[in-house]
């Protein structure tokens, strides 16, 4: 129920990961409004309506939120897979109230002290993505959550993304050991010394996308900035090819001839392509979606729960972590 366009959006990308991706769909929500969207004649296989009560507004405080609508839908959402009626969540809802409906109803995992958002962005190495983390979960963060980021995004990046080695970068204003502020320079050390985190040094800010990393890790506040810009960017850039190609008697039959490159490059840069954030370090999957996210990116976030779900990812995190904490 929560989005910009819900609940038609989250209800067709839905059924397109059910047809698809051969998932169950549980759709949690007000049922009058969900069956309203139903296509017509809609097989009704591998597919559940869960009502709930309500939602959490986007001006609404999360937590006090959540505790007021225990009904709502995210609520509901959770207590399912709490209750193992379901592997994973997806929401496109107040990111800040899945994480806290997560946070109070799944818990953390053990050895894990804040959860982090996790998000995949495009580099300049075509087949290669790297994963940001925190994108927005922790605001302030301390030496030792950047560290637990750096363990999580590697068990992740491993198993999820199908990379045997990745490497793992601090965000920081230079490559140098000494450079940065007092989280940047504790946390440095904390990275390299930890045997389960193939730390390979600090990634600057045009570092991101080089491919030269597999995972980067900041606090919250910078990877929150660093995601809207480099979103902010993928659609200036797609908004521009679609001004300037069809320009002119040949931009038209240039574009015709170029569709199918046009294509893979929205498929790169458009984060609807990537379908969210898979918050890290709950006892649970929980997929955060983009507000405006549409039925694309819907299917493409249940997608990635899969993929977490398949690869076992929360089993592994928490192994690393025991292993880590010895």
């Known amino acids: 129920m929560g989005g910009d366009h819900a609940p038609a959006e989250i209800v067709a990308g839905a059924l397109r990961a059910r047809d698809e991706l051969g998932v169950e769909v549980i759709l949690v929500g007000d049922r009058h409004s969900i069956e309203a969207v139903l296509p017509a004649n809609t097989n009704l296989g591998q597919l559940e309506i869960v009502p709930a009560q309500g939602t959490i507004e986007m001006h609404e405080e999360p937590l006090s939120g959540i505790r007021r609508k225990p009904k709502a839908s995210i609520n509901v959402a959770m207590n399912l897979v709490k209750q193992q009626q379901a592997d994973a969540v997806v929401s496109a809802g107040h990111s800040g109230a899945a994480m806290a409906s997560a946070l109070l109803r799944l818990g953390r995992l053990s050895g894990i002290d804040r959860p982090a958002i996790g998000a995949v962005f495009p580099t300049i190495v075509a087949s290669k993505q790297v994963l940001i983390l925190d994108?927005?979960?922790?605001?302030?963060?301390?030496?030792?959550?950047?560290?637990?980021?750096?363990?999580?995004?590697?068990?992740?990046?491993?198993?999820?993304?199908?990379?045997?080695?990745?490497?793992?970068?601090?965000?920081?204003?230079?490559?140098?050991?000494?450079?940065?502020?007092?989280?940047?320079?504790?946390?440095?050390?904390?990275?390299?010394?930890?045997?389960?985190?193939?730390?390979?040094?600090?990634?600057?800010?045009?570092?991101?996308?080089?491919?030269?990393?597999?995972?980067?890790?900041?606090?919250?506040?910078?990877?929150?900035?660093?995601?809207?810009?480099?979103?902010?960017?993928?659609?200036?850039?797609?908004?521009?090819?679609?001004?300037?190609?069809?320009?002119?008697?040949?931009?038209?039959?240039?574009?015709?001839?170029?569709?199918?490159?046009?294509?893979?490059?929205?498929?790169?840069?458009?984060?609807?392509?990537?379908?969210?954030?898979?918050?890290?370090?709950?006892?649970?999957?929980?997929?955060?979606?983009?507000?405006?996210?549409?039925?694309?990116?819907?299917?493409?976030?249940?997608?990635?729960?899969?993929?977490?779900?398949?690869?076992?990812?929360?089993?592994?995190?928490?192994?690393?972590?025991?292993?880590?904490?010895?």
């Open 135 to 326: 994108v927005g979960a922790n605001v302030d963060c301390r030496p030792k959550f950047l560290e637990q980021f750096a363990v999580m995004g590697t068990v992740y990046s491993k198993y999820v993304l199908g990379i045997p080695e990745p490497k793992v970068g601090l965000l920081n204003i230079g490559e140098e050991e000494s450079k940065g502020n007092d989280l940047a320079l504790q946390a440095y050390q904390l990275l390299q010394a930890n045997p389960k985190v193939p730390f390979v040094g600090n990634a600057e800010g045009r570092d991101i996308l080089s491919g030269d990393f597999d995972v980067i890790v900041c606090d919250g506040f910078a990877g929150n900035v660093l995601l809207k810009f480099a979103e902010a960017v993928g659609e200036v850039l797609l908004q521009i090819l679609r001004e300037e190609l069809p320009q002119g008697l040949h931009g038209q039959l240039g574009v015709s001839l170029l569709r199918p490159n046009l294509k893979r490059i929205k498929q790169r840069v458009d984060h609807a392509e990537h379908g969210g954030g898979l918050l890290l370090g709950v006892a649970g999957i929980c997929i955060i979606s983009h507000g405006s996210s549409q039925a694309p990116s819907i299917f493409n976030a249940i997608r990635l729960a899969r993929e977490a779900v398949d690869n076992e990812v929360l089993e592994r995190i928490q192994g690393s972590v025991a292993i880590a904490e010895e």
